[in-house]
């Protein structure tokens, strides 16, 4: 049981690049949670699927898509990344109680 | 939405005394405050939450308090140990925002030997 796991742990990326972050947990929960982590400013909910099949915006969605491929995976996509989603991101998945688990974090940065 | 507020932003004291962090909340819906602890380079980990239905709970050397009327709750550690150095996030959530948690911007507690 591996609980929330993230790929990849980090990540350089240029300016106008692309690419997906993955997210899988294996606790067959029903949601799933992006979030970012940026210094003093604690996490902030990117993207949030509360089921398989539906998405929704959170806090700081803008530059960012998510697909919920299935019960176990919830990825992030950046189309065309920036230097301001230089951040460490987290992926979580909440218990039927409400109890939240993290995944380990991606930590990445755009030039 | 939910405002979530942190305090100290930073924390020092010598093992062996306690440690208080204090968060206050906005929304009189939420009614589940979970406490997360964060060590370098890894994800936050559930140390404690309580439900707006009760007004304490403890769990060893780690307690939470909840008064609802003041909509503030606080994270209690007592008999400190160097390995409680880390990270502490307080959040908020309720089921009227789709089960959205809501975070403080985090306590940076130092366990001095």
Redesign the interface.
């Known amino acids: 049981n591996a609980g929330v796991t993230q790929t990849p742990k980090f990540q350089v990326l240029k300016t106008g690049q692309s690419m997906t972050l993955q997210c899988a947990q294996d606790m067959n929960h029903n949601s799933m949670y992006w979030y970012r982590q940026d210094p003093g400013m604690g996490l902030r909910l990117i993207y949030y699927s509360a089921s398989e099949g539906t998405t929704d915006k959170g806090e700081v969605p803008n530059g960012y898509n998510v697909s919920r491929l299935n019960k176990r995976e919830f990825s992030l996509r950046l189309e065309s990344a920036a230097p301001s989603q230089t951040s460490v991101y987290f992926c979580a998945s909440p218990s039927s109680g409400g109890e939240q688990y993290f995944g380990p974090g991606t930590r990445l940065t755009v030039t | ?1 939910e405002n979530v507020e ?1 305090h100290p ?1 930073t924390l020092s004291v010598q093992e062996g005394d306690s440690a208080v962090i204090k968060c206050t909340y906005s929304d009189s819906a939420s009614n ?1 405050f ?1 406490w ?1 602890k964060q060590e370098l ?6 140390i404690i ?1 309580i439900r707006s239905n009760v007004g304490e709970k403890k769990d060893q050397r780690i307690a939470v308090t909840l008064n609802k009327t003041a909509k503030h709750f606080s994270l209690h550690i007592t008999e400190t140990q160097p390995e409680d150095s880390a990270v502490y ?1 307080c ?1 908020a ?1 309720t089921k009227n925002t ?4 809501y ?4 306590t940076s507690l130092t366990v001095i030997p």
């Open positions: 939405g942190q932003s589940y979970p997360y380079g890894k994800g936050p980990q559930l939450d996030f959040a959530s789709g089960n959205q948690f975070f403080g911007t985090g």
